[in-house]
């Protein structure tokens, strides 16, 4: 558990370097929001977190959600699913998510799209996009977006709002930059052909004044808020 004192120093501490990550790129620090990563801290760290005013969390695994969902009944309370999603998931997701960040596949649209209409609910999704060479990065490849944006009108519970993606593993800021720009470049040219995607979800902890030059409307900070993992 995170020390609630030492909890509000790293969100103040988030929020400077964000603030100074967007003068340098000249850019107002209101156009970029900050996603905060709960995922492998418990039910007690996401409630001295909403002390601070803070109330969307991005998690992992959808397990991680439910228990802490339990947990923190009554709370207002966004929960932002960000991690690789199985369709044996989507239950769960349509049930208790707010917001997904990794659509990725058809077939995880269909199955969230049927659960939600049993719910009664519509989810705003982000389509996660592989824009670095790792094997063990996910995403949809760059070349399929264009028919997967229009194959997912077919699902009018899936409110489409931007993409996401995970740059490089790397000491090389270039290639590490040139992921979150080949990120703005895709939405850029979505645009062009008719799809209204605002959001580009990109940039963690230790990254993130990079995706913020190139563009991000939304970094995911984990580390730097939370501390080290469990």
């Known amino acids: 558990m995170t020390d609630a004192a030492q909890l509000a120093a790293n969100w103040a501490a988030v929020r400077r370097r964000v603030d100074e990550a967007c003068q340098a790129a000249g ?28 109330h969307r969390f991005g998690e992992n695994k959808v397990q991680e959600v439910r228990d802490k969902a339990a947990a923190l009944a009554g709370e207002a309370i966004e929960w932002v699913v960000i ?10 997701v349509a049930r208790l998510a707010h917001e997904v960040q990794s659509l990725d596949r058809l077939d995880l649209a269909e199955a969230l799209h049927h659960r939600l209409q049993l719910e009664g609910r519509s989810l705003d999704v982000l389509v996660q996009v592989k824009t670095a060479s790792e094997e063990s990065k996910t995403g949809l490849p760059p070349g399929e977006l264009p028919a997967f944006l229009v194959a997912l009108r077919a699902y009018p519970t899936l409110h489409v709002r931007g993409l996401m993606t995970l740059a490089t593993l790397s000491e090389d800021a270039g290639e590490v930059r040139a992921c979150f720009r080949r990120l703005r470049e895709l939405r850029d ?42």
């Open 27 to 54: 850019r107002d620090p209101a156009e970029v929001t900050i996603l905060p990563v709960s995922k492998t801290f418990g039910a007690d760290t996401v409630r001295a977190a909403l002390g601070l005013g803070l």
């Open 83 to 92: 991690g690789h999603l199985q369709t044996n998931k989507a239950k769960d």
């Open 189 to 230: 040219r979505s645009a062009a052909e008719g799809h209204d995607l605002p959001r580009l979800s990109m940039g963690m902890s230790g990254d993130f004044p990079l995706a913020i030059a190139e563009g991000a409307t939304e970094i995911r900070i984990g580390t730097a808020i939370f501390g080290g993992r469990h």
